[in-house]
Every structure is written in structure tokens, then in C-alpha cells.
């Protein structure tokens, strides 16, 4: 579509009751990266009270009509998903508003491919639109679902907002209170503020509001008691600031301009920062003091895992387990099924389910249904352990009972790691059919990352809750429980790691493809595992020309490890002063873990490098420094521990600037497939998280400053 273009949703698909709208950008760096949020409008144009803003931290719609479902890597960026019910959207609803805001006003003009796409319910893709020209704008209207008569059309918008997402707001009829604007680090403007030192990492979207008098504040719990419906919950540290609904705007949506009345609304309560955030049950740092009289007795567990002797009774077990839970904690069940479309309603599991099939019924390991408003989703579950892979026909016959029967969805899992582009089974549908069925994969590694995510960081609102979640991460985690994840690097590594060591393998192999795709798997499970332990978001970076398609990148990664036998991934983990490299150079056995971080702009470059040395006292005596000179030009370098008691050593003799420091770890990796202590696979994992616990965590932010030095020993 063509910015102002606009069509008929039902004319595209008619499955187009439930449609997903995925907004996706990349950045040249990896880092930039954008948060969605979705306005409910009614016929004036404005929204009816301020629980019509969805945003990370109000992320779905009582009624299951708006769900955020967050943001994913994709091949060359970021991509964040948002389900709209369009059948149960309530009738004063005229039209929903997609769009996208930077953080503390970072433009869009940094990022690149920035696109709207729109698939129906059961996944097949509507209508594509593309950004283009982005330069100084902070937010950005996407595009509209609006109604015309009993039919719902899509206009792709396309206006930005320098004034970031409370310019944006205030056009839709919620407007931010000026008072706080004393507090913002930027150029000002309606709504700046927001910023201060105090809360340094609060977003934009946080800066949200509310129309309501402050009745109570509870400063032991945070908990606030606020009168009116639109009460925000904000993580600890954001702030809430008063707003009020107003009229006295015109929208500014690419429609029909809406008419203006006069403001007659009472002025907003003075903006007031308060923590707001529910109270939630989240699992204790340190576990209680056991009571067994010795190490060898074994705590009573509600899912026990050792008694397991096959692969099927595993499969058998690990469907039944997980789907009670889901069942039985309604956040984590939830954020399973949302990414497939799932509406948010009563859910119930079942386990081996018999289903006529041609002269032999099928038996698939799950069925989940969800009912809302008297219709039923359904999805039926094939579950995979230990190193089991899935199977075509078995997955094709799934496939076709769903389309008959008129289901929804087909869900794998295993221990394997979907990649786009990337089949993980073969199936053909049949176009003939009215109805198609959507297929998804899921991994246990994610699961894993989910449960932990929930119990250990973001918590649930019941205990027992809680303690189911901790039963089921216990059970994943057992060693004899299959669901460890991705965990071999499949049939072609050995034959391609020994064509490296004997100098046979030619560029070209086919073989080598297959294994840059298990190291894609293996970076991307590593980064779930990393920000289920850290509660931060942790993904890879995908670097790639412009209007790469996937198999073309991972063709260009073939062909670098045919020729210098290396594997190469970048990981960008929120908080960090920068993007982790990993490298595992297969040719010499080695797997190296970097870092580059950028010079202070303030002060001496002795002084820089002395700080660097205090940051990392308690890092590993062999972590390798090296200074980073103007030009893309290398200074000197050495290990922490002949730097330490000399840091002037890493200054440049010359008069070169330095613009900063690359600090790397290495180590010999396994040659195995990954199934023993010392295998290949087990190496990544532990040198990743060994580089970012004993190294990164202990690196400051960079702090913005006004001049850089540009020789030793001058001043900046």
C-alpha cells in the first residue's frame, strides 16, 4: 500500500474477524528499537477515557479485543505484534489508531525498513506498508482500522510527530500535564518532561496517564488507591502523571477531520509521581534453609521426573504438565497462546485426544481450547523430547484434521528453535479450503524463558501461582526430563568442522549452510536463556545488507566458514554498554567473547583507563584490553593482569584520539555435538554467560558529555 491508501479487510481474506498488525524496523548498529502502542477512538475522534491507551505496561484490553504481544528479533531487526478482535470491538469504537514511539524522542530517521504488515487469524499475510523518508520524528501514526458500516478497511497513515508520543496523545485526546516539564533533558515542547536524572531508563510510552484524584498512597507497598477506571500500573521506578481527556485538539489521523468542541472538562489534579505498580508474587533470591538432615534426601516435588524410562512417556509427561499449567496460571498460559492468535478467555487443555482420521484415528499429544463470548479457539499440541525431531506426515496429518474440523491452529514443540525462512517440518495446504489453519512452533527453551520471566522478575498475582510456575521450571530443568532445549548441532557438523581442519571444505557446501543455521538456533536460545536469568530483553543482532532475504545472509555466513572457518554472532542485551560479539573460530578451537565500549566524552584519557581498571578489578586476570584509536586504527593492548598495575600502558605513544576500549575473553571449545559437559554447545553457553557476568555487569553506561579529548594527556 501507497501512503493515504486504504482497503477493505473483508475483500483480502475471510478470515479477517481476528487479524494481527506487526509494525518491524531494523537499525544499522542493532540498538534502535521502538515501542508500539495502540488508541481506541470513538466517532469525535478522540478516545472515550484514557483505558482506551495501550502501551507495554497496559498491554491488553479487558475483553481480549487489543493485545500487545511484544517484540521478537527478525532476521535484520525488531518486530512487535498486536491482535486486534475486530468481531468484539465495542460499537462506540470507531476506528484504532497503531502507532510507535522512540524512546527519550530518538528519531526515526536512525532506523531503517520501518513497515506495517497485517496477516488474518490464520496467518496468511493481508497488506504490507513501508515508511519511507523517516528523519527527525519521535512517533509515528502507522495506520488506521476504521469502520464503514458493518465493514472494518485499513488506511495506511504514515504521519509522524516530532513531539514524540505526547504530541501524538495530546491530538487523540489526552493530554500530558505541562508541570513536569521542568524535569525533561530535551528541547521541550508539549509534554517533554519525563526525563529525569532520577529515572533515567522510563520511556516515554510510561509517561501515561490518568484522569483521577489521588486518594491514598501506600509508601511501604507502592500500591496506590485511585478513583476513576483508568488507573495505570507502571513497573518500579516509572512514573504516572495526571492527564485529562480533551476536546479542544483536532485529530490528526489522515481521515475526516473531526469537529472541535469546547473544552469544558474541570483541570487535571496537579501531576504527581507515584508508584503504582501491583504488588506481585515473585520467587525470593535465596531459598529457604532446607530441614532434610543431609544433601542426599530429595524435596517432594509435584511433577517428579526421575522415574521416567522413554521418550514417550517424556513427551506424555511434558505436554500434561505444561498444559495444566497454563491452564491453571492464567498469565503464563496466556503469553504462550497470544503470539498464535489465541483470544484471552477461559482456557482448558487435553492430553492424548482421539480424532478420526481415514481408516486410523490420530492421537495428538494436546488439545487447548479458549472460549470468549461463546466461540471456541482450538489448537491441537504435538509435543517432542530430548533429541526427537518432528515429523512431516505426522505434523501434514494435524494439519488437515484441523482445516476439517474447523480449527484454528496447529502448535510443535521440541527442543528446536524455529528460524525465519527456515522450515522446521514440510506441509501443504489446500487452497480450496475456506479455512486454513495457522502452524507454530514453539520451544522449550522459550517456555523455560517465559516461566522465568514471570516467577522471577515479573510475578504473578498469586502464590500458589507462583509455586506452580517454580514446579514446572523445575521440571524443565531436570536433567532427565528431555525439555533442555536446542542441544545438537545436528548431522553436518562433523563432517564440516573435520573439511575445516583438513582444508577440504569448499565454498559452495551445502553442508555448511545447515550449520550456520544451528549456530543461528544455538545464538538465539543462548539469548533466551540470558534474559529469562536477567529479566531483560536479550537478542541477536542480525546484520544484513538492505532487502536481504534470510537464505541469502545465511549463504554469505556459509561462505565466510568455508573460508575462515568462522562462526560469528552479535547478542544485544538491554542495559549493556554495548553489543556482545561471539565468535568460534572452528579452524584454531577457540571461542572468543568481546565487547566494544565507547571512550568517556568527559575528562583524561588516563583517567579513562584507571576508571576501566577499577570497574574491572574483579574480572578474569586473562581478559585481553585493547585501545581503540580514530580511523578504525588499533592501539596497544594487553591482559588485566599486566595492565593493572600499569594502566598508562594502553595509552597510544602518538597523538591519536582514542574512541575506545574492546575487551575479549577466549577459550578452546569441544569438538562434540553438544550432549556431553564439555560439548561445543554447552561451551557458548558458558563462555556467554562467564563474559557477561564476570565483565559486562561490571562496566558503567557511557554518560553524555559536551567535548571528547583528542590527545593523551589533553584535556577534553
Known amino acids: 500500500m501507497v501512503k493515504g491508501a486504504n482497503v477493505a479487510l473483508s475483500a483480502l481474506s475471510e478470515n479477517a474477524g481476528s487479524v494481527i498488525v506487526s509494525l518491524s524496523w531494523s537499525s544499522p548498529n542493532g540498538e534502535g528499537d521502538a515501542d508500539v502502542s495502540v488508541l481506541l ?7 472515550r477515557d484514557n483505558a482506551d491507551f495501550f502501551f507495554y505496561n497496559n498491554p491488553a484490553a479487558a475483553d481480549g479485543t487489543v493485545q500487545l504481544l511484544g517484540a521478537t528479533p527478525t532476521e535484520n531487526g525488531t518486530e512487535d505484534r498486536i491482535r486486534l478482535d475486530l468481531t468484539a470491538i465495542p460499537g462506540d469504537v470507531d476506528r484504532v489508531i497503531v502507532a510507535a514511539s522512540r524512546h527519550r524522542r530518538a528519531h526515526f530517521g536512525e532506523l531503517e525498513n520501518i513497515r506495517l504488515a497485517v496477516t488474518d487469524g490464520s496467518g496468511d499475510g493481508l497488506l504490507g506498508f513501508s515508511i519511507d523518508g523517516a528523519s527527525t520524528e519521535s512517533a509515528f501514526v502507522f495506520g488506521e482500522v476504521y469502520r464503514r458500516g458493518d465493514a472494518w478497511k485499513f488506511r495506511a497513515i504514515g504521519q509522524g510527530y516530532d513531539s514524540g ?6 491530538d487523540y485526546g489526552i493530554e500530558i500535564d505541562e508541570d513536569d516539564e521542568q524535569d525533561g533533558d530535551g528541547p521541550g515542547g508539549a509534554g517533554e518532561g519525563v526525563e529525569a536524572a532520577e529515572i533515567p531508563e522510563v520511556s516515554e510510552v510510561a509517561v501515561v496517564a490518568v ?3 489521588v486518594a491514598d498512597v501506600s509508601g511501604a507497598t507502592g500500591e496506590a488507591a485511585v478513583e476513576g477506571r483508568a488507573t495505570t500500573t507502571v513497573p518500579a521506578g516509572a512514573v504516572e502523571v495526571a492527564v485529562s481527556a480533551s476536546a479542544t485538539v483536532p ?7 473531526a469537529a472541535t468542541e469546547p473544552a469544558s472538562a474541570p483541570a487535571p489534579a496537579a501531576a504527581r509521581r507515584l508508584r503504582t505498580a501491583k504488588k506481585k508474587v515473585t520467587l525470593p533470591r535465596a531459598p529457604k534453609a532446607s530441614l532434610a538432615e543431609n544433601d542426599t534426601w530429595r524435596a517432594a516435588r509435584l511433577f517428579p521426573a526421575s522415574s521416567l524410562k522413554s521418550d514417550r512417556e517424556r513427551e506424555m509427561r511434558a505436554t500434561s504438565v505444561l498444559l495444566a499449567v497454563m491452564t491453571q496460571v492464567p498469565e503464563f498460559g496466556r503469553r504462550l497462546t497470544a503470539a498464535f492468535g489465541a483470544p484471552t478467555g477461559r482456557m482448558e487443555a487435553f492430553t492424548e485426544v482421539s480424532l478420526p482420521h481415514g481408516d486410523s484415528p490420530k492421537r495428538p499429544d494436546g488439545v487447548i481450547r479458549v472460549e470468549r463470548a461463546g466461540k471456541l479457539w482450538t489448537a491441537l499440541v504435538e509435543t517432542k523430547t530430548n533429541g526427537n525431531a518432528l515429523k512431516d506426515e505426522q505434523i501434514q496429518a494435524y494439519m488437515d484434521i484441523a482445516a476439517r474440523r474447523g480449527y484454528e491452529a496447529v502448535i510443535t514443540l521440541s527442543n528446536d528453535v524455529a528460524l525465519e525462512g527456515s522450515s522446521l517440518v514440510e506441509v501443504k495446504t489446500d487452497g480450496r479450503r475456506k479455512h486454513k489453519v495457522a502452524l507454530w512452533h514453539l520451544s522449550w527453551a522459550e517456555v523455560t524463558h517465559q516461566a522465568q520471566l514471570l516467577i ?3 510475578g504473578v498475582r498469586n502464590e500458589a501461582h507462583a509455586w506452580l510456575l517454580q514446579e514446572l521450571l523445575h521440571y524443565l530443568q531436570h536433567d532427565n526430563s528431555g525439555c533442555h532445549g536446542f542441544q545438537n548441532m545436528g548431522p553436518a557438523w562433523v563432517p564440516v568442522r573435520n573439511g575445516i581442519d583438513e582444508e577440504t571444505l569448499t565454498p559452495g557446501d551445502p553442508r555448511s549452510v545447515q550449520v550456520v543455521e544451528s549456530w543461528e538456533r544455538l545464538i538465539r536460545q543462548v539469548c533466551l536463556r540470558l534474559g529469562g536469568e536477567l529479566g531483560a530483553k536479550v537478542v541477536p543482532v542480525q546484520r544484513a545488507r538492505r532487502g536481504t532475504d534470510p537464505q541469502s545472509r545465511r549463504a554469505e555466513l556459509a561462505h565466510r566458514l568455508c573460508v575462515d572457518g568462522q ?10 554498554p554495548g553489543v556482545l560479539g561471539v565468535v568460534a573460530d572452528l579452524r584454531m578451537g577457540r571461542l572468543r567473547t568481546s565487547i566494544e565500549i565507547p571512550a568517556p566524552e568527559q575528562g583524561y584519557p588516563l583517567s579513562w583507563v584507571k576508571r576501566l581498571m577499577r570497574q574491572l578489578a574483579e574480572a578474569p586476570a586473562d581478559l585481553h584490553v585493547q585501545t581503540l584509536l580514530e580511523g ?3 592501539g596497544p593492548r594487553g591482559t588485566l593482569e599486566k595492565l593493572r598495575p600499569e594502566p598508562g600502558d594502553l595509552l597510544p605513544k602518538g597523538s591519536e584520539g582514542i574512541t575506545g576500549f574492546r575487551l575479549s575473553l577466549s577459550k578452546s571449545v569441544g569438538h562434540t555435538r553438544g550432549n556431553a559437559e564439555t560439548g561445543f554447545i554447552r561451551g557458548v553457553d558458558a563462555a ?3 563474559f557477561h557476568s564476570h565483565v559486562v555487569t561490571r562496566l558503567e553506561r557511557p554518560r553524555p558529555a559536551q567535548r571528547r579529548a583528542t590527545a593523551p594527556g589533553t584535556a577534553a
Not at 508520543?165 to 495530546?170: H, I, K, Q, R, V
Not at 562462526?567 to 549493556?576: C, D, K, M, S
Open 632 to 634: 578504525d586504527g588499533v
Open 165 to 170: 508520543l505526547a504530541g501524538l496523545a495530546t
Open 567 to 576: 562462526l560469528r554472532a552479535e547478542i544485544r542485551v538491554e542495559g549493556a
Open 688 to 690: 556467554v554467560d562467564v
Open 211 to 213: 484522569e483521577t484524584v
Open 456 to 458: 522471577r522478575h515479573e
Open 41 to 47: 477512538l470513538g466517532a469525535n475522534g478522540k478516545v
Open 251 to 257: 485529530a490528526q489521523s489522515g481521515s475526516e477531520p
